[in-house]
């Protein structure tokens, strides 16, 4: 039996059909942000109608929701958050994620107790003091600054009250900045990074010219290892399961709220099955390899471990190929499942073809393979594809499914 407390697992949601996929696949908690205020403007986000049915939503599933409100926001800023906040207080979501000082102070006055207050990673909190001052001010959590290693939050935990919850980042995108502090988007687009405006410049190829030799310009890399100067690799504990829940993390959370329901699902479901066998098996637990061939099948930058184990002055995860890895096509999901028949009715996602391999992904396993060997339209008459965006179809399996299960490439 597990000795250690199993950490929530907190997964993104950029929109409802994210958020009802993450939940769906095992998350115990989402993340997600209105349409202001929140670091990820470019996110589809939530209006405040959304906001109110999302909450609605998990809590009727035993879930819960945390809304970001973790802009640095300017002085002319301010009368529109005390309304939005005021707005929040009637939505009653189960925290509010925020990284100023300010915001924290107008959240307990506009808040009701109900709602706990998160400090975001946007907050660089690196020690036990700070995690201590943060408590004091009201905060029931802190997200603890990406740059820590595996030793420090351990620290942190046995230095800080048990009623302060430690929440950490263990899978998904990296900043080249320190947590996330950047001004390189608004010096180019004007676009402020820290009021959720980013438009990933680090990401971008960079060229650099000697002085005399504007004419020769040399690429952002190091040869011949290809490091590019500004753009991180992607994060991924998934084979440090153990690591993560005996160093005192209350909550492990996954980076991506822009990135797709597909996502969403995958990477929640590969960490649900990992801390759901370490709690059955314990010390007995093993890593099930599987699982990272699941994780390279939605889109990423290459994998690392993060500062966990290493400091960023002897390591600091620069990616070595530009742009993203490619992400497994997501097909179509199952609306209904008969088991008498086998057929499933699905809803189109991206064009199928009888014939094709595919893989059927449902929450607690990995993909299954299988041939799309008999699909039939609405009116059950063979077709040999689906080619119309959310066309419904039906397909014999050879497994049996329930609503939300995906059919992927």
């Given at each position: 039996?597990?000795s250690?407390?199993?950490?929530?697992?907190?997964?993104?949601a950029?929109?409802?059909e994210?958020m009802?996929?993450a939940?769906?696949?095992g998350?115990?908690a989402?993340y997600l942000?209105g349409?202001?205020f929140?670091?990820?403007?470019?996110a589809?986000?939530f209006?405040?109608?959304?906001?109110?049915?999302?909450?609605e939503?998990a809590?009727?599933?035993?879930?819960?929701?945390?809304?970001?409100?973790?802009?640095?926001?300017?002085?002319?800023?301010?009368?529109?958050l005390?309304?939005?906040?005021?707005?929040?207080?009637?939505?009653k979501?189960?925290?509010?994620i925020?990284a100023?000082?300010?915001?924290?102070s107008?959240c307990?006055?506009?808040?009701?107790?109900?709602v706990?207050?998160?400090i975001?990673?946007q907050?660089?909190?690196?020690?036990?003091?700070?995690?201590?001052?943060w408590h004091?001010?009201?905060a029931?959590?802190?997200v603890?600054?990406?740059?820590l290693r595996?030793?420090?939050?351990?620290?942190?935990?046995?230095k800080?009250?048990?009623?302060?919850?430690?929440?950490?980042?263990?899978?998904g995108?990296?900043?080249?900045?320190?947590s996330?502090r950047c001004?390189?988007?608004?010096?180019y687009?004007?676009?402020?990074?820290?009021?959720?405006?980013?438009?990933?410049?680090?990401?971008?190829i960079?060229?650099?010219?000697?002085e005399?030799r504007?004419?020769s310009p040399?690429t952002?890399?190091?040869h011949?290892?290809?490091?590019?100067?500004?753009?991180?690799?992607?994060?991924?504990?998934?084979e440090?399961?153990p690591?993560?829940?005996?160093?005192?993390l209350?909550?492990l959370?996954?980076e991506?709220r822009?990135?797709?329901?597909?996502?969403?699902a995958?990477?929640?479901?590969?960490?649900r099955?990992?801390l759901?066998?370490?709690a059955?098996?314990?010390?007995k637990?093993?890593?099930?390899?599987?699982?990272?061939?699941?994780?390279?099948?939605v889109?990423h930058?290459?994998?690392c471990t993060?500062?966990?184990?290493?400091?960023p002055?002897?390591n600091?995860?620069?990616a070595s190929?530009?742009?993203?890895?490619?992400?497994k096509?997501?097909?179509?999901t199952?609306e209904?499942?008969?088991?008498?028949s086998?057929?499933?009715l699905?809803?189109q996602?991206?064009?199928?073809?009888?014939?094709?391999?595919?893989?059927?992904i449902?929450?607690?396993?990995?993909?299954?393979?299988?041939?799309?060997?008999?699909?039939?339209?609405e009116?059950?008459?063979?077709?040999e594809s689906a080619p119309h965006?959310?066309?419904?179809?039906?397909?014999?399996?050879?497994f049996?499914?329930?609503k939300g299960?995906i059919?992927?490439?």
């Open positions: 039996m597990l250690v407390k199993l950490p929530e697992l907190l997964s993104p950029g929109n409802f994210k009802r996929f939940l769906l696949y998350a115990d989402v942000s349409r202001r929140g670091m990820r403007a470019a589809d986000n209006s405040d109608e959304e906001l109110a049915s999302a909450c939503y809590h009727a599933l035993g879930k819960r929701v945390y809304v970001t409100v973790n802009v640095m926001p300017h002085s002319g800023e301010l009368e529109e005390r309304d939005y906040l005021s707005v929040l207080g009637g939505i979501p189960d925290a509010v925020v100023d000082m300010g915001v924290l107008l307990r006055k506009l808040l009701p107790e109900s706990d207050l998160h975001s990673t907050g660089a909190t690196v020690n036990y003091e700070s995690c201590r001052v004091e001010l009201g029931k959590r802190v603890l600054a990406r740059e595996l030793e420090e939050i351990a620290e942190i935990r046995a800080t009250p048990s009623t302060l919850e430690l929440e950490a980042f263990i899978h995108a990296m900043c080249v900045s320190f996330g001004l390189l988007s608004e010096y687009t004007g676009r402020d990074a820290n009021r959720g405006k980013c438009a990933q410049p680090c990401r971008w960079y060229n650099f010219a000697e005399k504007k004419d040399l952002g890399e190091v011949p290892e290809g490091t590019y100067i500004f753009g991180s690799k992607d994060m991924s504990l998934i440090h399961i690591e993560l829940c005996k160093c005192g209350d909550s959370k996954i991506g822009m990135k797709s329901a597909y996502y969403a995958v990477v929640t479901n590969c960490y099955m990992a759901d066998s370490y059955a098996d314990g010390e637990y093993r890593f099930d390899e599987r699982l990272l061939c699941e994780l390279d099948s889109s930058r290459e994998y993060g500062y966990y184990f290493d400091h002055m002897n600091p995860n620069l190929v530009p742009g993203y890895m490619g992400e096509s997501f097909l179509a199952v209904e499942y008969d088991s008498e086998s057929f499933a699905c809803l996602r991206n064009k199928l073809v009888s014939g094709a391999q595919a893989e059927l449902s929450p607690g396993t990995v993909g299954r393979s299988f041939i799309l060997s008999d699909m039939r339209d009116n059950m008459e063979p077709i965006a959310k066309q419904k179809f039906y397909v014999k399996l050879p049996a499914a329930k299960d059919i992927r490439a």
